[in-house]
């Protein structure tokens, strides 16, 4: 099994573009988890999918962010228009079921910088 | 809420040191406990749970047991060597697909 698989590994881009980062799952897994990671806050759960159905988005930041998920493998994080402090590492996880016993899968994340 | 504290680093050790990293939780009902280790450059890694107390979950050479009675989880490793340099989280979860992770501890390994 390859594994989570995100696409691109590293993003820089101007305030203000448009970046999508993608997100395969593990075949099989029906949850996947968007997460961002920073420095001062650490990780933060942006955003759960279950069978491909977003169930929670409550840790979205605000309205330039979004994502879908328009089958079980293969999702997209979208920020638009993107700003300086968006800048972070974008990890995407899937997971057996939503409970979490068995534990995620993390891909090896989407550096974003944001100029 | 419920909440994980873990250790302060980072953490230098020798090779062949042996390793503690503490993580104490706060929960409702019986929590599920998990450690991750992430390598620089990496995603997360799952790297032992338990489920229950008394539990002890082991991977790698590193173990961890589940204390209900101190609310603890210590990650613990007898001989460190140079490649377990990473950030260690500690996590739990109370049944939901939330997950609560700690601020993580990176530890670093000299040769």
């Known amino acids: 099994d390859a594994g989570v698989i995100q696409s691109p590994r590293h993003e820089v881009t101007e305030m203000g573009q448009e970046v999508t980062l993608r997100c395969k799952p593990i075949s099989g897994h029906n949850s996947l988890f968007w997460y961002r990671q920073t420095m001062m806050r650490g990780l933060e759960l942006l955003i759960y999918f279950n069978n491909n159905v977003p169930i929670d988005d409550s840790g979205m930041p605000e309205d330039r962010f979004s994502a879908k998920m328009p089958n079980a493998s293969f999702s997209t994080l979208k920020i638009q228009p993107s700003e300086p402090r968006d800048s972070a590492v974008y990890f995407c996880?899937?997971?057996?079921?939503?409970?979490?016993?068995?534990?995620?899968?993390f891909g090896s994340g989407t550096r974003l910088t944001v100029v | 809420g419920d909440s994980v504290t873990q250790m302060e680093g980072p953490v230098t050790l020798s090779e062949e040191a042996f390793l503690t990293i503490n993580c104490t939780y706060t929960a409702t009902g019986y929590p599920s406990l998990f450690w991750y280790v992430q390598y620089p450059g990496e995603g997360l890694q799952l790297l032992l749970k338990a489920t229950k107390a008394d539990d002890k979950g082991s991977n790698k050479g590193f173990e961890a047991t589940y204390r209900k009675e101190t609310t603890s989880f210590h990650l613990e490793k007898g001989s460190v060597q140079v490649s377990d340099s990473a950030v260690y989280f500690c996590a739990l979860t109370s049944g939901t697909y939330k997950y609560i992770f700690g601020t993580g501890t990176r530890l670093k390994v000299l040769a």
């Open positions: 996880a899937s997971s057996l079921d939503g409970v979490g016993e068995y534990g995620y899968t």
